[in-house]
């Protein structure tokens, strides 16, 4: 017996379910008898596969959507390039959401519907720029925007990534060496001044007592060093140890300011890329919001969005939440008095995204002599400690 995946409509949301049968049509059956009435009903492969629970990957949405703008571009119906796209991917996951919005767009749905379907993959940002695109007949310039856009995001979040990700990595290769010196080179020099007699300095036996500890301890010191960091990893992956996590990265100057400027960077570039396309003004707040993932920019959207609610305006709704940066608030002024708020923000993302690539810049080089002076000096007292010993030979002999 077969496992079938199906999705349905309830309240207003879309619930993805697993259902024994024989065959598509006794799944069907076995649902109706259910009172479920699904969208779709498809085979569980035999292998791992993307069930609409989990999102693809940054790099497999930017292949679908370049793929599917250029394949718009070039003439092609959206029945055709949606099924071109099927064929020229190797991703299962990515084969099997593509044939699940085939099946909606032929029987009749719109690709905006389709894509509201699946709200674990498509957000709320890409479905609206599709509803515009729709709207004035841009779906493969709006796709090649999209595209772009999420090149760009994506190149941004590698950004503050390797600026995270690299002093842990440096330092982690620190410790390994030094952990590595102490456990193998620290007991050779402790047998040759054994022979020799007499009592080794302070230093020299701290150094040999720690070796002798990391030896006869290596499963326990083995289980710090590996259950340790996946500990904290499964940890930040929590909302409460998320939050910890990113309260601790605002306290760290450089690394707050980084947070804080790559969030006004996303905010920024995916607010004029709404914008641009055509989306109501106040959805736009709403969305870019969300792609801000940031306590302080997202405190401040919501003020703003009150502010234009209430016909206030958008500048002083800023202003009033005293979470943006003067440029953000007087070139939001500017655009407004303008009219030509998109290219403003568009101006604004440039300058943010440049202001990212900075402070990462200046990251790695302010942290890379923190970490050789680290070393050296961890490295030099272990030597140290090691040849004090010669220094005493006289005595001990």
Same mark, same amino acid.
């Given at each position: ?234 940890? !930040?992956?929590?909302?409460? &140890?998320?939050?910890?996590? @990113?309260? #601790?990265?605002?306290? %760290? *100057? =450089? +690394? ?115 970490? !050789?002076?680290?070393?050296? &000096?961890?490295?030099?007292? @272990?030597? #140290?400690?090691?040849? %004090? *010993? =010669? +220094? ?6």
């Amino acid at each position: 017996m077969a496992i079938f995946i199906y999705q349905t409509e309830i309240q207003g949301k879309v619930v993805t379910g697993e259902i024994k049968a024989k065959s598509v049509q006794l799944a069907n059956l076995k649902l109706k008898s259910r009172n479920i009435d699904p969208i779709y009903v498809t085979q569980k492969p035999l292998i791992p596969f993307f069930a609409g629970g989990k999102k693809l990957s940054s790099s497999d949405m930017l292949f679908f959507t370049r793929q599917l703008s250029f394949l718009l571009s070039s003439g092609v119906s959206l029945i055709q390039a949606l099924s071109i796209s099927i064929d020229m991917t190797d991703n299962y996951s990515l084969k099997f959401v593509l044939r699940d919005i085939l099946k909606m767009v032929e029987g009749g749905k719109s690709f905006s519907q389709a894509l509201r379907r699946k709200p674990n993959i498509f957000n709320g940002f890409y479905v609206n720029m599709i509803v515009c695109a729709e709207e004035t007949g841009r779906l493969d310039q709006v796709l090649k925007d999209l595209a772009d856009y999420m090149e760009k995001m994506e190149n941004t979040r590698k950004k503050v990534r390797s600026a995270m990700v690299y002093p842990i990595l440096v330092l982690g290769i620190s410790l390994t060496v030094i952990l590595g010196i102490i456990i193998f080179i620290v007991p050779k020099f402790e047998s040759l001044y054994s022979s020799a007699g007499g009592n080794l300095p302070a230093l020299t036996q701290a150094f040999v007592d720690l070796s002798n500890l990391l030896r006869s301890s290596w499963y326990i010191v083995a289980g710090v060093f590996i259950g340790v960091p996946l500990a904290v990893v499964q940890y !930040i992956k929590t909302e409460t &140890g998320r939050n910890q996590f @990113i309260s #601790l990265i605002k306290v %760290l *100057p =450089v +690394f707050g300011k980084l947070q804080y400027h790559a969030a006004l960077a996303r905010f920024c570039r995916s607010f004029y890329a709404l914008l641009k396309s055509g989306v109501n003004f106040l959805e736009a707040l709403s969305i870019s919001r969300n792609i801000a993932a940031h306590d302080e920019v997202m405190r401040g959207l919501a003020v703003a969005k009150n502010f234009v609610s209430q016909g206030k305006g958008f500048t002083k709704g800023l202003e009033h939440s005293r979470a943006f940066p003067a440029l953000i608030t007087n070139m939001t002024r500017i655009g407004e008095e303008s009219g030509k708020l998109d290219s403003t923000y568009k101006k604004l993302t440039e300058y943010y995204e440049q202001e990212v690539e900075s402070l990462v810049e200046g990251l790695i080089k302010m942290i890379e002599p923190l970490l !050789i002076v680290f070393l050296g &000096g961890m490295i030099g007292m @272990i030597i #140290l400690a090691l040849y %004090l *010993p =010669v +220094f005493n030979m006289g005595e001990i002999v």
